[in-house]
């Protein structure tokens, strides 16, 4: 824990009367509020795609998706390279969020998955995704686990509000995972039992 | 500020609206915080990436004195921008200033993080004893310290980092000037003039 530091030493003898007293105020505001947080490389890095999911105006959607695009791409490029870089390691890493980016049977759908830290083997993830249709009764959205190319294991399932409402919904994958992991959504009809048409793939 | 190699591999690997400026020293953007709303309201990522850069460190600040946990803090973050860039519309500014706006819908989306994980147990004081501050008084306390961390955003970088030493790395100015390799008298002047933009920016407070 540092000191606080000692006024007169930082002022000196220059300044005087009314003004010194202003700057005496403004060093015990200093002293009071402590040092702003060290943010991490996470906030640090900028503001992330999930923040904007909201709803928006029609005419800007097209805006989005071409600059979510071009996020996802940049993304993409880094992702490779960390989970290339991470190939026979433990796992993937604590946090991670990946983009999802809607199939031709929901072409307007965007989604960021967030994979938070867990423990007993959880890996508790945050989904928010935006564009998903809503659905006839007994119908849902439901998130796998993809792993060889394939639909390996299920993580949860949701609804949608539909339009450009956005949902988050915290999901699991209480799975060993593994570098190379993905995930996809799909959607099954009312009283489905095969895994249903992919709505949203990952971006890259 | 250390930051460890798995930290950069988990930064590159979260998806950004656009790649984060390498270069810090780059020129403060001119817009107000109140045009910068408007301009959120009609879905400009650019100056929602700036009101961003300007304030992560103060709402940050605010969800870490409220929840006590940086995990947590860092998601509650999430939420706050996400509350702002769904209400920039409902901003008005014949009501008030923006910063003042942003403070209360970062409070609010900290306040709900905070309640939905559990309230009482999760961070916030149990009970009050005699001679602790008051709800009031923390209040206060939260929204001067939100606006002293808005306020050494805009100090130049030459100034903040003389303060941001002076006053919570614990050197004296003789230390100071050693360290960054500069005159005595270069620190007491950066010191002195950071101060006194700060009084400017921060003149409600002084009061």
Redesign the interface.
């Known amino acids: 824990m540092s000191r606080s530091p000692d006024f007169d030493e930082l002022v000196g003898p220059e300044v005087g009367g009314e003004a010194r007293e202003r700057l005496r105020r403004t060093h015990e505001l200093l002293v009071a509020a402590g040092p702003p947080p060290e943010l991490s490389p996470e906030l640090a890095a900028g503001p992330t795609l999930a923040m904007t999911l909201g709803r928006r105006p029609g005419r800007a959607r097209r805006r989005l998706y071409l600059l979510a695009a071009a996020a996802i791409a940049v993304a993409a490029v880094f992702l490779g390279g960390y989970v290339a870089g991470n190939r026979g390691g433990s796992g993937v890493a604590a946090v991670r969020t990946l983009e999802l980016r809607g199939t031709a049977a929901a072409p307007g759908a965007l989604a960021s998955l967030r994979i938070l830290p867990g423990s007993g083997g959880n890996w508790p993830m945050r989904l928010t995704v935006t564009g998903l249709p809503k659905l006839p009764r007994r119908a849902y959205y439901e998130v796998f686990l993809v792993r060889g190319g394939k639909e390996w294991a299920p993580c949860g399932t949701f609804l949608a509000p539909g339009g450009d409402r956005a949902v988050t919904v915290t999901l699991n994958a209480p799975y060993r995972l593994r570098p190379g992991d993905r995930w996809l959504v799909t959607r099954r009809g009312p009283g489905a039992t095969a895994p249903g048409v992919p709505v949203l793939e990952p971006a890259a | ?1 250390r ?1 460890d190699r ?15 400026p390498a270069d810090e020293t780059a020129p403060e953007p001119d817009p107000s915080d109140g045009e910068l709303l408007a301009r959120v309201a ?2 400009d ?1 650019a100056a ?2 700036v009101l ?2 300007r304030y ?3 709402v ?2 605010l969800a ?1 004195r409220r929840l006590r946990d ?2 947590r803090a ?1 998601d509650a ?2 939420d706050a ?2 509350a702002i ?2 209400s920039a519309g409902s901003y008005r500014p014949e009501r008030g200033a923006a910063g003042a706006w942003l403070y209360a819908v970062a409070r609010n989306a900290i306040v709900d993080r905070f309640r939905s994980a559990g309230g009482e147990a999760a961070g916030e004081m149990p009970e009050l004893v005699s001679g602790e501050p008051g709800p009031a008084e923390r209040a206060e ?1 939260a929204y ?2 939100w606006r ?2 808005r306020a ?1 955003e805009e100090l130049p970088p030459r100034e903040r980092e003389v ?2 030493l ?5 050197m ?2 003789s230390e100071i000037a050693s360290y960054l390799g500069i005159p005595l008298g270069t620190v ?1 002047t950066r ?2 003039s950071a ?2 933009r ?2 400017d920016l ?1 003149e409600g ?2 009061r």
């Open positions: 500020m930051r798995k930290d950069m591999e988990l930064a590159l690997a979260t998806p950004r609206l656009r790649p984060s009609e879905r990522r929602f990436e961003y850069r992560v460190r103060s940050f600040g870490l940086r995990s860092e973050v999430q921008f996400a860039w769904r306390a001067a310290a002293v961390h050494l303060v941001e002076a006053y919570w790395s614990g004296s100015q007491k010191t002195r101060l006194g700060l009084s921060l407070e002084l």
